[in-house]
């Protein structure tokens, strides 16, 4: 695919994503990029700069990095970073052959598998965003699990116990389907020559009960680390206010009094189930109900760093919180 037929998609762009356009950049711009890098920028990205200084969507908050951001990135760090999502949750980088500025890669790193080379094609990586997104079937990180797959082998259903004990946490309290974890066993089967037959018995379990009985049958034990990642989930619930403040309180009045967390962990859950305790013993008041929830979401927010899709990078994480 050419950039000129990738730049019509986004032209006629009408799924599901939330896709927001830029205005053009300027010439200078460009030059400004290629100054405070060294570089000559690719065509394709000279083309599609000159269309749209970036792009956004509301899905996952994907953003085609502007150009003036990426200069303000050099500030910071080496890497020529066009893309992340959550605001810098990730990044995708730009690698362009000093010889040869049309010769470039765009490439993830992986905290597992270092860095993980998507493409050496512009319009291909736009493609499969607006395939797939993200995190959806076709999308960003399945292309990379995809070439992962290739490369390294079939997963060990063993080295993701955490991560199964945050999809059952997640589905006894109503926050996960059963889909999302059959979509997540379904991708591996699919990106995997030979996977593990543990992954097909969770893509066969016909309910919930079923597939939390297979989760099971892998004796996990609920640590710190997943604990703190099944409050990253609860965080994405809460960003999107997709889960009550009378859902929140009550997992927090379940963990309150867990000493794996930290002091001022449980104190700050206490805080937030007093104040619960007294709207309720008082006047209904919509307006305080709204700040606690505001107050809850705030402290969640610190809980977003565990990802599922990088369980690996999870103790590192715990470490840093």
Known sequence: MSITKAIQLLKTYKGPLGLTLHGSASEKLIIEVEKAYGITLPEDFKTLYRFTDGFETVEDMFNMIPLNEIIDNRKEQHHLWIAEYMIYSDMWELEINPGIA???????DDYHKGKIVLTHSLPEFIERLLKGGVFGLGGLYRWRDEIKAQ?????????????????????????????RVIQ???????????????????SLSRDVNELITILSSKYLTDDIVSVRAFFGETSLK????????????????????????????????????????????????????????????????????????????????????
């Open 184 to 202: 997540e066993a379904d991708w591996i089967i699919s990106t995997e020559s030979e996977p593990d037959h543990f992954f097909i018995e969770l």
């Open 238 to 321: 809460l960003l999107i206010d997709d889960i009550t403040l009378d859902h929140v309180i009550a997992i927090l009045d379940d963990y309150s009094h867990d000493e794996r967390f930290t002091a001022f962990e449980r104190n700050k859950m206490f805080e937030f189930i007093v104040e619960s305790d007294y709207l309720y013993d008082i006047k209904p008041d919509a307006k305080a109900k709204k700040q606690l929830y505001e107050e809850v979401k705030t402290f969640f927010e610190n809980y977003r760093v565990f990802k599922l899709f990088d369980y690996q990078k999870w103790d590192t994480v715990n470490t840093q919180l």
């Open 151 to 179: 490369l390294y082998g079939n997963t060990n259903p063993d080295e993701m116990k955490p991560v199964f004990w945050v999809y059952r946490e997640c589905m006894r309290r109503g926050l996960m389907t059963k889909q």
């Open 102 to 108: 049309d010769k470039y890669s765009i490439s993830i």
